[in-house]
């Protein structure tokens, strides 16, 4: 299919929704307008309040103040996870006397930390970098601790017998092997750091996106949660394009 | 067998075996001795899984044998075998370098500047016919040129000793033969030693000096070795329709059948693989 008429297919995707949305909201066409307005607010509504924080500059604190902790809550997981699945790798017992812990933290959904988190480190940014880190550690984590375990065994023995030593051998083929997996899982460690810090702003803070729509929430202001969903929904999609772009950068030997 | 005193490789008494489950063994190669000369192109021939591969691996330090030794120029091996240069049958290059930093590597980590070690990759790339490919990945190429690029990361460092364990097995038969007359005129320029493990009869023949048979395995030994003494330099596809070539093949493939057979027949009922 040609790229200009999928492009017109997606986009008219998007306006029959938001015609079909805005007659719900403003005729009787599908039931009482006001109801439905209150419940799902409207897109006219919804449009005026994204720009108001726009053209006012509100908004851009509250985006600093998100994207700073999902970068560092990124940041700090992947190198933990890189670090510590390196580890684990190279020290098959060190991996098997502490693989049931691992799973057990594994498996606790994060949201109950958060309150934890709160209490630790204070309403501010750290305890929602907290958040998002135990979400991107275990993701980076596992993959590059597969990721050294299943190195190529003739590309590894290739790298003895054109005369590596074990720290040349880290550096030319088990690093640049695990780091293949860290950039692989690149879009879902990014996507929990951001769900990591929006979760956190959520449950309790003072900035940030999650911290608008809760506010919005509270005071049964569904114009003002519509608008905040969109403007996550516009950041993740601007966050992952990044990605995308770092990845072709980083991963431009996978491509065939 | 030649007793030359310039001996690159000796085998004394090697035996191979390996751990299976319940303390087990499975004894792949029975002690076997094996001679190269210096400047000789030995080949090892031998039906699926009868260990010449392991013989390979023994050579090049990667694996421990069960007993006997391996001298190499008259030093024992202890450990992985410096001398040798050694092209696998698999891929083996970094797909996450360049062509070209997959070549340079072996100088790189012996110390050489990288300036240096990639003008010299850059000149062994042109060797092998692909001074316009440095920059790809090798995902980019096909498997010959995967094999080309291998064989220069392996000749840059200038082993004494070239180990190659069916390096052109994954090729199609065209493919083959013109790497076949890539090696051996690269081989020509200084003759290092070379052990060569290949199934494929016609292609050890058109190739070596001398071509050893083994037997089937469990407990696989040398059956056979024999002398090529058709001319250099030889074309690889033509080769094969010298008379001398044919009366060579006859008489290898007669001591090679029964093994073949042999190794069939065990096989033969499990896996196609």
């Known amino acids: ?256 | 067998m030649p007793a030359t005193a310039n001996t690159a490789v000796r085998l004394h008494g090697v035996a191979i075996s390996f751990a299976l489950a319940e303390g087990r063994r499975y004894d792949a190669v029975a002690p076997t001795d094996l001679l190269v000369g210096e400047n000789e192109f030995v080949s090892i021939v031998g039906p699926t899984g009868c260990g010449k591969s392991t013989l390979l691996n023994a050579t090049a330090g990667l694996l421990q044998p069960a007993s006997g030794t391996v001298e190499v120029f008259g030093q024992p091996l202890s450990g992985i075998n410096r001398q040798a240069g050694y092209l696998f049958q698999q891929d083996a290059l970094m797909p996450w370098k360049t062509v070209i930093d997959n070549v340079a590597i072996g100088l790189e980590i012996a110390g050489t500047s990288r300036t240096q070690a990639l003008s010299h990759a850059r000149e062994w790339l042109e060797r092998v016919g692909l001074g316009a490919f440095c920059d790809r990945y090798p995902q980019m190429l096909s498997g010959g040129q995967r094999k080309r690029v291998g064989l220069a990361q392996v000749l840059i460092r200038d082993p004494k000793l070239l180990l190659m364990d069916e390096p052109f097995g994954p090729l199609d038969a065209q493919t083959r033969l013109i790497m076949g007359d890539l090696l051996l005129k690269l081989w020509s320029e200084d003759r290092k030693a070379v052990m060569f493990v290949t199934h494929d009869l016609d292609e050890a023949i058109a190739l070596s000096d001398r071509v050893v048979i083994m037997s089937a395995g469990p407990r696989s030994g040398i059956i056979g070795d024999f002398r090529v003494p058709l001319e250099r330099p030889r074309n690889v596809a033509e080769i094969r329709h010298d008379p001398e070539f044919n009366r060579l093949h006859r008489e290898i493939w007669d001591a090679l059948r029964d093994q073949v057979m042999a190794a069939y027949n065990t096989t033969a009922g499990a896996s196609a693989a």
């Open chain 1, 1 to 256: 299919m040609k790229r200009s008429l999928l492009i017109a297919l997606q986009v008219s995707v998007a306006l029959v929704v938001v015609v079909l949305w805005h007659l719900a909201s403003t005729t009787t066409l599908f039931g009482d307008p006001k109801t439905i307005a209150f419940f799902f607010a409207n897109p006219v509504g919804v449009a005026t309040r994204i720009w108001t924080w726009f053209s006012g500059g509100t908004i851009w604190y509250h985006l600093g103040i998100t994207l700073t902790e999902s970068a560092l809550a990124f940041l700090i997981g992947s190198l933990g996870g890189v670090v510590f699945g390196f580890w684990f790798a190279r020290k098959p017992l060190l991996a098997a006397v502490f693989d049931p812990y691992v799973k057990a933290a594994n498996a606790l959904p994060r949201v109950v930390l958060a309150p934890i988190f709160a209490l630790w480190f204070g309403l501010g940014i750290w305890s929602k970098v907290a958040l998002g880190v135990t979400l991107v550690f275990f993701i980076v984590f596992f993959n590059v601790y597969q990721g050294v375990k299943e190195v190529s065994q003739p590309v590894l023995n290739n790298g003895r017998m054109l005369g590596m030593n074990e720290r040349q051998l880290l550096r030319h083929i088990y690093l640049p092997a695990a780091l293949s997996w860290v950039f692989s899982s690149l879009h879902t460690s990014v996507g929990f750091a951001v769900v990591g810090a929006v979760v956190g702003e959520y449950l309790g803070s003072a900035a940030g996106l999650g911290y608008l729509i809760h506010q919005a929430e509270g005071v049964f202001d569904v114009v003002g949660v519509f608008a905040g969903m969109f403007v996550l929904m516009a950041f993740v999609l601007v966050v992952d394009g990044l990605v995308t772009l770092v990845e072709r950068r980083l991963l431009a030997w996978r491509a065939s």
